[in-house]
């Protein structure tokens, strides 16, 4: 378990439907419907294809992680969508599909892999159509965004209790840091008056 510190406050951030459906959250084929497949079978859950496609928009291929959030959600799942500016601090307390780059020169990320848990720094990757592979995070992160979707049963606790982040929204933490570097400002300033008050006595 990471422990939360002053220079992580903002390593997490939570991410919208919104930004989820843009180009830049999607795939470039169909790995995004297996990748949520691949999830919801850690989970104990093996919907045939014509059940999970209901839920996906016909034509809608290259499909993004809004469309998965969609399809997770009209079954019953719980979903929590982040963007890790550290992936190295990431962390996977359940399945998550990934946003990474499909080959290492790929100018940006364009496929879908499933990251069914992690053991120090080696994490265990589903990447459709192949077979589950051990992966270290630092060969993850050359081809990882940060962009992640976690995936659980709803009666579970909730995703982000289960991080060390503790799922606050990306402002809170703003709202936190700003209040560090306002409050190292003004005792910074107090020190630099009381300094200039004693010299000025010093010299009456």
Request: with cysteine; glycine share 10%.
């Amino acid at each position: 378990m990471v422990r939360p510190m002053l220079f992580s406050l903002v390593t997490i951030v939570l991410l919208s439907s919104w930004s989820l459906g843009g180009s830049a959250a999607r795939d470039d084929g169909r790995c995004a419907v297996e990748s949520f497949r691949d999830s919801l079978a850690l989970l104990g859950a093996f919907p045939n294809d014509q059940e999970v496609m209901r839920f996906f928009p016909d034509g809608g291929e290259p499909f993004s992680l809004a469309d998965v959030d969609f399809a997770a959600t009209s079954m019953g799942f719980q979903t929590l969508a982040v963007r890790w500016d550290q992936v190295e601090l990431a962390e996977f307390p359940c399945p998550a599909i990934l946003h990474v780059r499909r080959r290492p020169d790929s100018g940006k990320s364009d496929h879908f892999v499933v990251c069914a848990g992690r053991d120090g720094d080696n994490l265990c990757i589903i990447n459709y159509p192949g077979t589950p592979q051990i992966v270290s995070i630092d060969s993850l992160g050359r081809r990882w965004s940060g962009v992640a979707m976690y995936l659980d049963v709803a009666a579970n606790v909730p995703i982000s209790h289960r991080l060390s982040s503790r799922g606050r929204p990306w402002w809170n933490y703003g709202i936190i840091l700003v209040g560090v570097l306002l409050g190292g400002l003004i005792c910074q300033q107090g020190a630099r008056w009381r300094a200039s008050q004693s010299h000025s006595k010093n010299h009456v």
